[in-house]
């Protein structure tokens, strides 16, 4: 196969990994950096263009798009899409997956267990949200934010009230949760391929810090995780449409609970805490899938 990887940086860990794997297994393999990318969008033979040259003949396409250039990464990925290459991830889906009020919407529509999560607009509904939500101490989320940056942990009602307004009033989109006290400061993040769980991990907030995330100096663990919590993961990453994804999961007395559907999951911390060959498992998945025009969209939607 001919592989395009969507990547700002060939040496990133996940990038070069893919690349490392992809020539294992015998495949021709490019990183491409999206935002060099670029398109003539009303020819109608759809085609892109990167340092002068035409992009063509690939099989399949990796988006490894960053949540800060989600805008113009997915029009890329969707132009790769018009051109009949199979993309691991189609790009309406990570579109989805980056917008996390749609995608907490979207889960709660198809039944999977999310943390009771509140949004509101108006500072006059606050005190009704923090009730509804069943009251402090609470999480307060920033709607753009990512890697735990504007995740706060309010414990008393008084704080939740004051955190939620100075957001408000800086116009933030904010999502008020159900602190899950009793997870520990942990999460799970189950490594979805296909309909799969192919390696899971628990990660642990440093002392003192509820933010498990690895960005903050968590650490993590492999973990052996239940059936339930395996079904979770697999029918989460189904509901976004997403072939791979980082699932995101809190143990909480309710069962497993999702807090984020992840469409570029990073390979480093999976791959260190679970020895497994993740990489390996994304290009056989490619091996099984990719099929000219067998695109969900070709683009559409
Ligand atoms: P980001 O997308 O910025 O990583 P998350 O929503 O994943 O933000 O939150 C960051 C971390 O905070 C999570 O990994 C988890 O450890 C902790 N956390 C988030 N929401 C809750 C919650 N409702 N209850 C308990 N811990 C939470």
Known sequence: MKIAILSRRASLYSTSRLVEAAKARGHEVRVINPLRCYMNITSHRPSIHYNGEALESYDAVIPRIGASITFYGCAVVRQFEMMGVYPLNESVAITRSRDKLRSLQLLARKGIG?????????????????????????VIKLLEGTQG????????????????EAFLGLRANILVQEFIGEAGGSDIRCFVVGEKVVAAMKRTGKEGEFRSNLHRGGTAELIRITPEERSTAVRAAKVMGLNVAGVDILRSNHG???????????????EQATGKDVAGMIIQFLEKNARPNRTGTRGRG
Not at 256 to 270: A, F, K, R
């Open 256 to 270: 497993p609970v999702v807090m984020e559907v992840n469409s570029s999951p990073g390979l480093e911390g999976i």
């Open 114 to 138: 999310l943390p009771v999560t509140g949004f509101a607009h108006s500072p006059d509904d606050i005190q009704d949200v923090i009730k509804m939500v069943g009251g402090a101490p609470l």
């Open 149 to 164: 940056i504007g995740v706060v942990l309010a414990e008393t009602e008084k704080a939740a009230e004051s955190v939620i």
